[in-house]
């Protein structure tokens, strides 16, 4: 069975622009988790969503930041008007609920660079 | 505040053991779970600790102690291919189960 995935791979912008990242989870798992990595940092908690709600948008750093989830698959996370502190890896994650596995499954993520 | 510290690098030599230690300050706690990391790549899952004590896996094991609020990661028979990062992270709980990740240590293994 295919993993999560990611596009773009790798996005390039300049300062001021929008940008949305996508993420298709594992089929099946319905909670979908975005995490941001800086270089050489820990991974940092932006929304989960369990369906298409997102219960929990507290790792969201600003108002710039949205996602979207549809169907209960692909999600989008939408960054508006990027800035440069905004340049980090974005790593996309599904989990099966139906389980009592903890286990995440991560994307190979988006790596963002804002000039 | 939330905070998970682990030392920054590690390095060790074929065929050894070594030990990442975790410890943690979170405000909600369901387990703790460790995460390999190669460079570029995605964090895939190691193991998962919900109790006291010892969980084995292969050469990986992962240690608890909810009470010292401490964790380890122990890595056996290292090979050239555990050199990666290693992330403890928390499974927060409540109605996300969100994990709050430690910054990581990368392990380089030498020959």
């Known amino acids: 069975g295919a993993g999560v995935s990611q596009s773009p791979s790798n996005k390039v912008t300049e300062k001021g622009k929008d940008v949305e990242l996508r993420c298709d989870p594992i089929?099946?798992?319905?909670?979908l988790y975005w995490y941001r990595q800086s270089l050489g940092q820990g991974l940092e908690f932006l929304i989960y969503f369990q369906g298409n709600s997102a219960p929990d948008k507290s790792g969201l750093p600003s108002d710039r930041f949205s996602a979207e989830r549809t169907g209960g698959s692909v999600s989008t996370l939408t960054i508006q008007r990027t800035q440069q502190e905004d340049s980090a890896v974005y790593l996309c994650?599904?989990?099966?609920?139906?389980?009592?596995?903890?286990?995440?499954?991560f994307g190979p993520g988006t790596r963002l660079t804002v000039l | 505040g939330q905070s998970l510290e682990q030392p920054s690098e590690v390095t060790a030599v074929e065929g050894a053991i070594v030990q990442i230690n975790c410890t943690y300050q979170?405000?909600?706690?369901?387990?703790l779970s460790w995460y390999q990391q190669h460079d570029g790549g995605a964090p895939t899952f190691l193991s998962y600790?919900?109790?006291?004590g010892l969980e084995e896996t292969g050469r990986f094991s992962s240690f608890l102690s909810r009470s010292d609020s401490y964790g380890y990661l122990l890595l056996q028979e290292l090979q050239m291919k555990d050199s990666a990062s290693y992330f403890c992270a928390v499974r927060h709980g409540g109605a996300t189960n969100k994990l709050i990740f430690g910054t990581g240590t990368l392990l380089a293994v030498q020959p």
């Open positions: 089929s099946g798992h319905t909670a």
């Open positions: 979170t405000s909600g706690f369901y387990g």
């Open positions: 600790n919900a109790l006291d």
């Open positions: 994650a599904s989990r099966d609920m139906r389980g009592a596995t903890d286990t995440q499954y």
